[in-house]
């Protein structure tokens, strides 16, 4: 299958999911979550559904088992959405990429610091 294809299908899939979770799934261990990529298999048989959470890992967890709980529901209204000859398989992922690059940013800033022989500025948030 045409990659241009699966990531377009991907795009869609992740739109009508994100969409689902906001107006139809009513489950507290969700909670805020928001659908950050979904990647097809080249059948479109599979996906992997990424997502991310605020909160700590108890509420991460939570979310992860809550969106494994509803996935069946959720494969169900994306078979009534669109207009696919199969409907992928989901399985959910956690993506910590914006929580990487944010203790890289903290570490770079550290780092400048550092060589700018300059204490980390840990506490900007009390002025």
């Known amino acids: 299958m045409d990659s241009h294809r699966m990531a377009s299908v991907g795009r869609d899939i992740q739109r009508e999911i994100?969409?689902?979770?906001?107006?139809?799934?009513?489950?507290?261990?969700?909670?805020?979550?928001?659908?950050?990529?979904?990647?097809?298999?080249?059948?479109?048989?599979?996906?992997?559904?990424?997502?991310?959470?605020?909160?700590?890992?108890?509420?991460?967890?939570?979310?992860?088992?809550g969106l494994r709980r509803a996935g069946k529901f959720i494969r169900g209204r994306l078979a009534e959405r669109m207009e696919l000859r199969y409907v992928p398989r989901l399985r959910f992922h956690l993506d910590e990429t914006a929580e990487r690059a944010q203790r890289i940013e903290q570490l770079l800033r550290a780092e400048e610091h550092e060589l700018a022989g300059e204490e980390p500025d840990d506490d900007a948030g009390d002025r």
């Open 18 to 65: 994100a969409d689902i979770l906001r107006v139809e799934i009513d489950d507290p261990l969700i909670g805020f979550v928001s659908i950050t990529e979904v990647e097809v298999s080249p059948d479109l048989k599979h996906a992997k559904v990424f997502f991310s959470v605020l909160g700590d890992e108890d509420e991460k967890e939570n979310a992860g088992r």
